[in-house]
């Protein structure tokens, strides 16, 4: 079978198509043929080895995947041949076939496509653990979200309106801003030509903001935090400008406010159950419309490098998917 491999931690030009042996499932695993597999900003970090997920070499990047099962373990009976599933995985999605533990798989309803499935289980998951599990979003409250056309952006942008919030959408390009109104923002924000901090107490009347989602890091953070609202929640997610900030701690002080982690791999490993309903609850979003998941580009295997660096060069609105 074909895959992309990472023998040596390098950028994207490091990894390689090769053919190697198909897998064959142990007793408690599923082999699943992979259709489409997703990207997301952390597969840049994982093939250097600057993730937190150090996978043993020779590893495939892609975390997340859409597909169809072709065989199952003597043990396994929650799937059968020929079910249609979506899964995370860390890694190892590159490439034709996963063994991969049903635990970290899901049923695809009726009409969701395999793009729709493997675009929302991490960006998605993520952002729906974020604002509900973390941040405690609750209707008629603010929620400023920085980076919000990238993949988690994006998706906290669209989750946020679902949840009954006012979105300020936060981003570096007016054409970035123009598709975060089309997922629903009810206010923007360039932040490389407006002060983020002034334009975010304007866009509440001085009040500050109830709940800021930060996927960016930098001095972006402490911009933003300095127009969170009394009680407010900030939520770390990453740093994409790849600063990690420092806070003074006199504002939270000030506010009364929570500068709250979130790590939804984590989440997924401590509380199975809640990230299942979590999961069955976006899929059912998206069988009935409610949810709409932008993909940006879609790349054949061979280009899986190509498609990691339109990542890291800011350039993608959405989802970058690999046709496998
Ligand atoms: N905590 C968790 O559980 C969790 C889960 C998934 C992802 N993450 C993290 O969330 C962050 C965003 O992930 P993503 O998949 O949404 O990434 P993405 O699609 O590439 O979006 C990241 C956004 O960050 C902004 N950005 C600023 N500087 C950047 C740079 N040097 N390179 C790329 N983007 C830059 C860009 O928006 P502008 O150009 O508008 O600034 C971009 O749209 C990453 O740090 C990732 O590791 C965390």
Known sequence: MKAILSHTAGPPSTLKLEDIDKPVPGPKDVLVKINIAALNFFDSLIIEDLYQFKPPRPFSPAAEMA????????????????????????????????TIRPAALSHIPEGVSDEQAASIMVTYGTSYHALKDRGDLKPGETLAVLGASGGVGQAAVELGKLMGAKVIACASTDDKLEFCREC???????????????RLKELTDGKGVDV???????????????????????LVIGFAIGEIPKIPLNLPLLKSADIRGVFWGAFTAHDKKGNQENISQLLAWLADGTLKPHMDSIFPLAETAAAIEKITARDVKGKVLIQI
């Open 67 to 98: 597909g169809t099962i072709e065989s199952i373990g003597a043990e396994v009976s929650a799937f059968k041949p020929g079910d249609r599933v979506c899964g995370y995985n860390t890694s190892g999605c590159a490439r034709e076939y996963i």
């Open 184 to 198: 629903g923002a009810d206010e923007v924000v360039n932040y490389s030509k407006e002060d983020l901090k002034n």
């Open 212 to 234: 800021i989602y930060d996927p960016v890091g930098g001095p972006l953070s402490e911009s933003a935090f300095r127009a969170i609202g009394y009680l407010g929640r900030f």
